[in-house]
């Protein structure tokens, strides 16, 4: 059973224009990229709100998928985008903006640059400049292209955003075959954009942005190998037991749709598509799946009766249509002549509504406004919901001439209305093109994009179908790959180019139909309808009910009664004979009831027993029975009056020829006269009419001169609205553009933050007196250590540094620092303190990345330690005897002038070359063993230190002959022991020859 629907219509443009009978499906499947990069590519669009979902979204995207990220965002053209830093922190891709004619590489991130469009093309991504005066798609725009390029290997994925930008790009993608993802709106910061897409229906899977990583990685690695068969050339192949036939016989079952008449490569690649989403192997699988699993069969009958569609598609062709087609209906319609059209398959009415405005800009040429009546039809009733709407996302701008939507188009938030003249002009009706009857006199009919999915027979039969409903002379508009195949004698073409056509001949109504049968009621029975008897009665009630029945079947007339608003109660007796219930809503009002012979003798009775409140009776008359029959019967009607707190009834009688009317009852029972009846009928009808009339003259007197008001009115709401409209596209462009930088701002503050937090913890490890001054010398922060030399506190941020007192023995303090920031150089001084401590105090000027304005850091280190060792160390090197300090090791620390002195005359001797750093206990063990005297000074001075060292002892001296000296030389070594809590000793040696050789 066809559709008007186009499934995969997306694809038609790939086909060759002279054959329709070529399979969409089978020209798509030989299609593919034309790059050498063999991996998927995976565009996310975002807007508002985008940049958090983005980094949850790559944070937690797996290692390993082989694919490429691009990413489109609204971004404004006069911001550097500092996108590339941020996500880089979130993501071990790379991470690059796209230059022109890029090539695509696996695991790597592409952002589009400010100011531009992107699409992909022959593996290469390519960049364009955005219009700053026109509203631009640019998440569309890339989605489309990469449908078109990477087919069933591209992946959409629409996160936070506000409009609905994307939306049809995603149906491009899943058109083509691809995965397509939604962030959760709950997760999202602006959930237009998502919200926008799922309401297509075609969404895949709606997650969180931290579960949509996985989902992509499932998508790429984990798909089954779907075990399918080639596709059979017709349906009538298919083996009645098949699975694949089980799946046709749902899916016809679910929504009345026939998918047997489509060609089956066309339904067999959505089927695949929804199984490789499913994770499921082969057809058997997918059929257990759909019986358990209503929701997956609306999926998929949805996918297969996918809507892509949009305003005046092929532009050429609708410019043709206008010329040849709608200019002549236009002109040849007379005064009192109505223009009917029929659009079959309108999908979601973006084709109607380009038809009407057709005729629209028509008529105001022709200057002259005739009725028209557009009737749009389609097989799937939400897409006949969505076109009677009349309400489209902002995506049509670029498909509407900027002229077109303020002539016919209400700007609301993010979407577009059609006003209300234009909407009038058409009725949206759910309609099956070969199943349901066409309709009849229409001077145009445009089936685009439909036939080609048929195969040959239904699309012979849905031809006919719409010659038929072509009036003499009608125009026929058919989608570029379609043909008229054996029509072609009934046509002449008007444009074979666009496929416009003149009807020559008309052609009978096809009679291939179906017909709905309904039972028949069996005679005999009865249809009460109001309160049930009581279970109960005794035996002597029931009796007497029975012998009642027994009468009333064998000896009262064939009656009905009825309510005071003639709807059906009870019957009795073989009544149901004179009755018939029509095929559709079931009604109990007995004028839907009866045969047509008998309504209006019924209806006179009935009126005239209501009011009168006696019996009625027709005069005896032959109706037409239900069953084609005739019967020779006379009407009775009589009122039955209930108590105070029941209705009035109504007992309707059908009386045969054969009845005797006992004597009398003439007398009783009023005849009625049907010619008077009719004539006093008409001439009430005609006083009520007369009535009406002028009170509708009245009425439209009164609103014509409320519409001139109203009009003028509206004309001013009009203006106004417009004006509003542009300044709020103004402003939401704005909004989003500085959303966006907020974003970006944001996450450079949490890392400026996160720098002033490690700078602080820095200065405060480092104790270092540190103030940052401006150009001006104010304050800008400070250390605390700054707060004992300069008298400031927390407060006082913001303030002049000379406007402080200070410590330091340093009066040219404010001097250097205003020649610093004048000339930029370093100035570096020793100075210092009231409280006798020295600091080194250095002024360093800077300048600020990107200004003119300079500013200048004062570090004053703490150099009194440094001094006291300097000091120490003069102390020592004063001295002429050799001095040495050790530590509790008998590490050398310390060593004077004169010890370094011997230490380079008497490099051999361990005990007289040691250093800092060099342990004098091992220095004085080396000498040992290097002497032949062992007992001597090496040994004895060893000992001793280690006992100096142990604090054992507080010193010792010892005298001792230099060993192989000639002359003799001697030496005085004196250690003693340093009192300080880490200990050590100091050693000192003097040279005593003199002593030693001169008198004792």
Request: proline share 6%.
């Amino acid at each position: 059973m066809p559709s008007d629907q186009t499934p995969d219509e997306t694809h038609e443009t790939q086909e060759p224009q002279d054959a329709p009978q070529e399979d969409a499906g089978e020209v798509l499947e030989g299609a593919g990229p034309t790059q050498d990069f063999a991996g998927h590519v995976v565009g996310i669009g975002a807007s508002a709100g985008g940049l958090e979902a983005l980094e949850r979204l790559f944070e937690s995207m797996p290692d390993g998928t082989g694919a490429a990220f691009v990413v489109v965002q609204h971004l404004s053209p006069d911001h550097k985008s500092l996108m590339a830093n941020l996500l880089a922190r979130h993501t071990s891709m790379p991470v690059i903006t796209v230059r022109d004619a890029m090539e695509l590489e696996p695991e790597t991130i592409y952002l589009i640059p400010p100011g531009n469009l992107m699409t992909i093309a022959e593996g290469h991504l390519r960049l364009s400049p955005k219009n700053p005066r026109a509203l631009s798609l640019p998440i569309d725009l890339f989605f489309s292209s990469l449908a078109k390029e990477f087919g069933h290997r591209s992946i959409g994925v629409i996160l936070s955003g506000t409009g609905s930008d994307g939306t049809r790009g995603s149906v491009a993608i899943n058109d083509a075959g691809g995965l397509l993802l939604a962030q959760d709106p709950e997760s999202a910061k602006f959930d237009g954009m998502p919200r926008s897409i799922i309401a297509t229906g075609l969404v895949d899977e709606v997650l969180p942005p931290d579960t949509l990583g996985e989902r992509i990685r499932d998508h790429i690695e984990q798909k089954p190998d779907t075990q399918v068969t080639p596709p059979p050339k017709t349906t009538s192949d298919l083996d009645s037991g098949s699975a694949l036939e089980g799946i046709f016989h749902l899916l016809h079952n679910h929504g009345g749709v026939n998918f047997r008449d489509y060609k089956p490569a066309t339904v067999l690649r959505r089927i695949e598509r929804r199984m490789q989403v499913r994770h499921v192997p082969d057809f058997e699988h997918y059929l257990e799946l759909l019986e358990g699993d209503s929701g997956e069969v609306s999926v998929l009958r949805r996918e297969i009766l996918i809507p892509v569609t949009n305003f005046f598609r092929d532009p050429e062709a609708f410019d043709t249509l206008a010329s040849k087609a709608v200019e002549n209906i236009v002109s040849q319609s007379g005064n009192n002549h109505s223009i009917r059209v029929w659009v079959a398959g309108t999908s979601t009415g973006e084709e109607a509504y380009s038809i009407a405005i057709l005729f629209a800009e028509a008529f105001e040429r022709a200057h002259r406004w005739p009725d028209l009546k557009i009737f749009a039809t389609d097989v799937e009733q939400k897409n006949v919901d969505a076109a009677s709407a009349g309400t489209f996302s902002e995506a049509i701008m670029a498909e509407v001439s900027p002229e077109r939507l303020e002539r016919f188009f209400i700007k609301r938030g993010s979407h577009f209305v059609v006003k209300p003249e234009l909407r009038q002009t058409l009725v949206f009706a759910r309609h099956n093109l070969v199943e349901d009857p066409p309709f009849t006199r229409m001077d145009m009919v445009s089936c685009r994009n439909v036939l080609i999915y048929f195969l040959p027979a239904t699309q012979e039969r849905a031809l006919r179908r719409l010659q038929y409903a072509l009036a003499p002379g009608g125009y026929m508009f058919l989608g570029s790959s379609e043909s008229l195949g054996e029509l072609s004698p009934d046509f002449t073409p008007v444009s074979s180019k666009y496929k416009l056509f003149q009807m020559l001949r008309s052609a009978p109504l096809p009679m291939e139909s179906h017909h709905a049968s309904i039972p028949p009621i069996k005679r005999g029975t009865h249809a009460p309808v109001g309160r049930q008897s009581k279970a109960f009665r005794s035996r002597d009630a029931s009796a007497i009910e029975s012998a009642q029945q027994v009468l009333l079947q064998e000896h009262a007339p064939p009656s009905i009664l009825l309510s005071e608003s003639l709807e059906l109660i009870h019957v009795f007796g073989e009544a149901q004979q004179f009755l018939h219930f029509p095929s559709g809503s079931i009604t109990l009002e007995i004028s839907k009831l009866l045969p047509s012979g008998i309504v209006p003798v019924a209806q006179a009775l009935l009126r005239r027993a209501s009011k009168s409140g006696e019996v009625i009776r027709s005069e005896a008359s032959t109706f037409k029975m239900p069953d084609g029959s005739t019967e020779r019967l006379r009407l009775n009607v009589r009122r039955l009056d209930g108590d105070e707190r029941s209705s009035t009834f109504l007992l309707l009688s059908f009386e045969s020829q054969d009845a005797v009317i006992p004597e009398g009852s003439d007398n009783e029972t009023q005849s009625l006269d049907m010619s008077v009846e009719a004539v006093d009928r008409i001439n009430s009808l005609e006083q009520e009419l007369g009535a009406t009339r002028e009170s509708l003259q009245a009425t439209i007197e009164e609103l014509e001169a409320s519409n001139e008001e109203l009009q003028a009115t509206n004309e001013e709401m009009m203006a106004a609205n417009e004006e509003l409209q542009s300044s709020n596209e103004e402003l939401q462009s704005v909004n989003e553009e500085l959303y966006t930088v907020n974003a970006e701002n944001q996450e450079k503050i949490q890392i400026l933050n996160r720098l002033n937090a490690d700078m602080d913890s820095m200065a405060k490890a480092a104790s270092i007196a540190t103030l940052f001054l401006d150009e001006s010398m104010h304050i800008t922060r400070f250390t605390p250590e700054a707060q004992q030399i300069f008298k400031i506190r927390d407060g006082d941020v913001g303030r002049r540094i000379d406007d402080f007192t200070h410590n330091l023995m340093y009066p040219g303090l404010m001097d250097d620092l205003r020649e610093s920031l004048r000339e930029g150089r370093m100035n570096e001084h020793e100075v210092c303190s009231e409280s006798g401590n020295y600091y080194l105090v250095r002024i360093l000027p800077y300048t600020l990345q990107g200004a003119a304005s300079r500013g200048a850091v004062i570090t004053l280190v703490d150099i009194t330690s440094v001094r006291d060792v300097v000091r120490l160390q003069a102390v020592l090197d004063s001295q002429t005897h050799q001095v040495a300090v050790l530590d509790s090791s008998g590490m050398i620390q310390i060593v004077n002038k004169a010890w370094r002195e011997a230490s380079r005359a008497q490099a051999k001797d361990p005990m007289v070359a040691a250093g800092p750093g060099d342990n004098f206990l091992e220095s004085c063990y080396a000498r040992s063993a290097q002497s032949s005297e062992k007992e001597e000074y090496a040994v004895k001075a060893e000992r001793g230190l280690r006992q100096v060292l142990k604090g054992a002892s507080e010193g010792f001296g010892l005298e001792y002959r230099y060993p192989g000296s000639d002359p003799a030389r001697w030496f005085l070594l004196q250690v003693g022991k340093v009192h300080h809590p880490e200990g050590g000793a100091i050693v000192s040696r003097l040279e005593i020859t003199d002593w030693m050789a001169g008198p004792k």
